[in-house]
């Protein structure tokens, strides 16, 4: 199954990931692909308000991943991006993330395909300038095996 939304501000984006993180249940895992500076790390803001995470929410660039216990349910936030092999993430230990009882967005998923979970929702942010400069067109798709 495939949802697409648009949304028309960087509020609107955020808006749409706190309904996300509303709904979102013990061992969700979200794949959140997008080029640089497509409004990632705002989407992933609002998922983590909508978990009620009150601290500060940024990209994990460096760390890998970062964890917030202080929400309704554990939430992890992976940024792959600076991965150079899937062994990385055996000794941060995702498999604990990703199947655990928590909810996992993991963004530049990509470079980790063959250790992503069977089922997981995809989330493809893209600009569309001629839309306007905050334009996003938001793309959920329902992955199961």
Same mark, same amino acid.
């Given at each position: 199954?495939?949802?697409?939304?648009?949304?028309?501000?960087?509020?609107?984006?955020?808006?749409?990931?706190?309904?996300?993180?509303?709904?979102?249940?013990?061992?969700?895992?979200?794949?959140?692909?997008? !080029?640089?500076?497509?409004?990632?790390?705002?989407? &992933?803001?609002?998922?983590? *308000? %909508? +978990?009620?995470? $009150?601290?500060?929410?940024?990209?994990?660039?460096?760390?890998?991943?970062?964890?917030?216990?202080?929400?309704?349910?554990?939430?992890?936030?992976?940024?792959?991006?600076?991965?150079?092999?899937?062994?990385?993430?055996?000794?941060?230990?995702? !498999?604990?993330?990703?199947?655990?009882?928590?909810? &996992?967005?993991?963004?530049? *998923? %990509? +470079?980790?395909? $063959?250790?992503?979970?069977?089922?997981?929702?995809?989330?493809?942010?893209?600009?569309?300038?001629?839309?306007?400069?905050?334009?996003?067109?938001?793309?959920?798709?329902?992955?199961?095996?």
């Amino acid at each position: 199954m495939q949802t697409i939304y648009e949304t028309f501000s960087r509020e609107e984006t955020a808006e749409l990931g706190k309904r996300i993180g509303r709904a979102a249940q013990a061992g969700d895992v979200y794949t959140l692909t997008g !080029e640089l500076g497509v409004g990632k790390t705002v989407f &992933t803001q609002g998922v983590a *308000a %909508g +978990l009620s995470i $009150e601290e500060p929410v940024s990209s994990p660039t460096f760390t890998i991943v970062q964890i917030y216990e202080s929400g309704r349910l554990p939430f992890y936030h992976f940024d792959v991006y600076r991965i150079a092999d899937v062994e990385e993430m055996e000794e941060i230990g995702y !498999e604990d993330c990703f199947y655990g009882e928590g909810v &996992t967005i993991i963004e530049w *998923a %990509g +470079l980790i395909e $063959e250790i992503l979970p069977p089922n997981r929702k995809e989330i493809r942010i893209e600009k569309d300038l001629e839309k306007g400069f905050d334009y996003r067109r938001i793309t959920i798709t329902e992955v199961e095996p």
